[in-house]
């Protein structure tokens, strides 16, 4: 009995000894990651001839906001392609998010004959395209994306990636549910509304932040597609902004002119803080469901 309570003991102590080396590593790797984010904030706020001088500082020791001026010196167009780029994030993660569950949904049914050749046609599309080129004219001269909004939602609409992953969870749904809803009358497209997207709430998670994260840092397809300056969204327009001034800045140095001094450095910084801040105060609030969806998705596969 008492060597039972001493092995009990030990136990114990193997386990807290465990579980303090566990939060340390990561608290530490939780450390390394945070460390990047505060130094762009101390950065977006510091003096542009202070990081020249002195790098980026871990504690700030000068303090400016003439980044941030900069870059809303113009706040109706930050706040149009801040308005665009939330309108297409919604709308595109709302239809990426429903295709690739209903997609992921189909691929898992076992009732589904054509299932394992949709499968490798979806995969096939991963490892080879087109071309930049061809898809570009298909965009352009019979789709008309020019100067249109499809142009920045349709691209990125379907992630074969993310079908994989919602495929993956809903295989470890069980059969029986479908079943029986078939046997009480209710169709296929019924079954997936009422019965699986409700038992699909850490995957809609996974895959909303996924998405969402894909349409609020696109700039490529905007780039491609748009010309209209009011159809801008952010990270394009905070792109071309730091392209003029980096432009200013070599023709001035190049012709000798005495142009104001723009603080590239730390524009940069600033503009890394008003593209990101929603997308990280977001983060905090789909974590659980985030982590599970991706646990439940990579074990179910």
Same mark, same amino acid.
């Given at each position: 009995?008492?060597? /039972?309570?001493?092995?009990?003991?030990?136990? +114990?102590?193997?386990?807290?000894?465990?579980?303090?080396?566990?939060?340390?590593?990561?608290?530490?790797? &939780?450390?390394?990651?945070?460390?990047?984010?505060?130094?762009?904030?101390?950065?977006?706020? %510091?003096? #542009?001839?202070?990081?020249?001088?002195?790098?980026?500082?871990?504690?700030?020791?000068?303090?400016? *906001? #003439?980044?941030?001026?900069?870059?809303? /010196?113009?706040?109706?167009?930050?706040? /149009?392609?801040?308005?665009?780029?939330?309108?297409?994030?919604?709308?595109?993660?709302?239809?990426?998010?429903?295709?690739? %569950?209903?997609?992921?949904? @189909?691929?898992?049914?076992?009732?589904?004959?054509?299932?394992?050749?949709? +499968? =490798?046609?979806? =995969?096939?599309?991963?490892?080879?395209? $087109?071309?930049? @080129?061809?898809?570009?004219?298909?965009?352009?001269?019979?789709?008309?994306? /020019?100067?249109?909004?499809?142009?920045?939602?349709?691209?990125?609409?379907?992630?074969? !990636?993310?079908?994989?992953?919602?495929?993956?969870?809903?295989? $470890?749904?069980?059969?029986?549910?479908?079943?029986? &809803?078939?046997?009480?009358?209710?169709?296929?497209?019924?079954?997936? *509304?009422?019965?699986?997207?409700?038992?699909?709430?850490?995957?809609?998670?996974?895959? +909303?932040?996924?998405?969402?994260?894909?349409? !609020?840092?696109? !700039?490529?397809?905007?780039?491609?597609?748009?010309?209209? #300056?009011?159809?801008?969204?952010?990270?394009?327009?905070?792109?071309?902004?730091?392209?003029?001034?980096? &432009?200013?800045?070599?023709?001035? #140095?190049?012709?000798?002119?005495?142009?104001? +001094?723009?603080?590239?450095?730390?524009?940069?910084?600033?503009? %890394?803080?008003? &593209?990101?801040?929603? *997308? @990280?105060?977001?983060?905090?609030?789909?974590?659980?469901?985030?982590?599970?969806?991706?646990?439940? $998705?990579?074990?179910?596969?």
């Amino acid at each position: 009995m008492t060597g /039972k309570k001493h092995h009990g003991r030990k136990m +114990s102590k193997d386990t807290l000894a465990v579980n303090i080396l566990g939060y340390v590593l990561i608290g530490l790797f &939780a450390l390394i990651c945070v460390v990047p984010f505060y130094l762009i904030i101390v950065a977006s706020f %510091t003096p #542009e001839a202070s990081l020249i001088r002195n790098g980026y500082p871990l504690i700030p020791t000068e303090f400016s *906001i #003439e980044s941030y001026l900069l870059c809303l /010196k113009n706040p109706v167009s930050i706040l /149009k392609a801040y308005g665009t780029t939330i309108g297409v994030t919604v709308v595109g993660t709302a239809c990426a998010v429903f295709i690739a %569950t209903m997609t992921g949904y @189909v691929l898992s049914r076992k009732d589904f004959p054509w299932r394992n050749q949709f +499968s =490798f046609f979806f =995969f096939f599309t991963t490892l080879f395209s $087109g071309g930049l @080129v061809p898809w570009y004219m298909l965009c352009v001269r019979y789709l008309n994306f /020019k100067n249109s909004y499809i142009g920045i939602l349709l691209p990125l609409m379907f992630s074969v !990636w993310n079908m994989i992953i919602a495929k993956s969870f809903m295989n $470890g749904i069980p059969s029986a549910i479908s079943e029986s &809803a078939k046997m009480d009358g209710a169709n296929d497209f019924v079954i997936f *509304i009422r019965l699986i997207l409700p038992l699909s709430k850490p995957l809609l998670a996974t895959l +909303s932040l996924f998405s969402a994260l894909a349409y !609020w840092n696109d !700039w490529y397809n905007c780039m491609l597609f748009i010309t209209d #300056e009011n159809m801008f969204t952010l990270q394009y327009y905070l792109q071309r902004m730091l392209g003029s001034a980096e &432009a200013m800045r070599i023709v001035a #140095e190049k012709s000798g002119m005495a142009l104001p +001094s723009v603080p590239l450095e730390s524009m940069k910084m600033a503009m %890394t803080v008003i &593209a990101t801040g929603p *997308i @990280v105060l977001l983060y905090p609030f789909v974590q659980k469901y985030f982590v599970k969806g991706l646990t439940i $998705g990579a074990v179910k596969g």
